[in-house]
Nanobody, 115 residues
Framework: QVQLVESGGGLVQPGGSLRLSCAAS????????MGWYRQAPGKQREEVAI???????NYANSVKGRFTISRDNAKNTVYLQMNSLKPEDTAVYYC?????????WGQGTQVIVSS
């Protein structure tokens, strides 16, 4: 059974930082692309950042230069370092594992950027 468990969300002031983690189990983590997505209230879920099995990364324009995705295959964990946070980054952040047969999702972690 594949499980993705996110952690690290919370309330932060504008300009602050947070580091999200996503621990995977039940699957050979290191061979699949991983990603972070987010969904703000009243909006569709959007892609934030993707990292391939080889470490190639891709970011949404809105987070380029502020967010960094990384993975530790030894720990079956993917991270999202978020710096210079803005109120518009407020959303539920979801971890994703892209398997050819289906996508796996975590339960989400809430990030609120507010003063």
């Amino acid at each position: 059974q594949v499980q993705l468990v996110e952690s690290g969300g919370g309330l932060v002031q504008p300009g602050g930082s947070l580091r999200l983690s996503c621990a995977a189990s039940g699957i050979s983590f290191n061979i699949y692309p991983m990603g972070w997505y987010r969904q703000a209230p009243g909006k569709q879920r959007e892609e934030v950042a993707i990292i391939t099995r080889g470490g190639t990364t891709n970011y949404a324009n809105s987070v380029k230069g502020r967010f960094t995705i990384s993975r530790d295959n030894a720990k079956n964990t993917v991270y999202l370092q978020m710096n210079s946070l803005k109120p518009e980054d407020t959303a539920v952040y979801y971890c994703n594992l892209h398997h050819p047969a289906m996508d796996y999702w975590g339960q989400g972690t809430q990030v609120i950027v507010s003063s």
